[in-house]
């Protein structure tokens, strides 16, 4: 069965960091593309990351330059490490592995303040 389980979200003013966590069970990441999407109210679920079983990755432009995914393969964790963080940045974030249909994590509330 798989699981995702994101954490590191929380509270920060702009500017500030943070590093997301997606712990899997039942699957391995490292052969596998395992994407952090977001999630804004009212908004469209938006892929943010991506990295692939090779360790190519790919951002949205909106986070070029100050967000960094990153995977270590032997805790099974995909890691999305956020800087100069904006308060359009706040959003719930989810662990996102595609193996013939979508599975999620159950999401981490990342809210920045202005």
């Known amino acids: 069965q798989v699981q995702l389980v994101e954490s590191g979200g929380g509270l920060v003013q702009a500017g500030g960091s943070l590093r997301l966590s997606c712990a899997a069970s039942?699957?391995?990441?490292?052969?596998?593309?395992t994407s952090w999407y977001r999630q804004a109210p009212g908004k469209q679920r938006e892929l943010v990351a991506s990295?692939?079983?090779?360790?190519?990755?790919n951002y949205a432009n909106s986070v070029k330059g100050r967000f960094t995914i990153s995977r270590d393969n032997a805790k099974n964790t995909v890691y999305l490490q956020m800087n100069s963080l904006k308060p359009e940045d706040t959003a719930v974030y989810y662990c996102?592995?595609?193996?013939?249909?979508?599975?999620w994590g159950q999401g981490t509330q990342v809210t920045v303040s202005s």
């Open positions: 039942g699957i391995a990441f490292s052969i596998l593309t």
């Open positions: 990295i692939t079983g090779g360790g190519s990755t």
């Open positions: 996102n592995v595609k193996i013939i249909k979508d599975y």
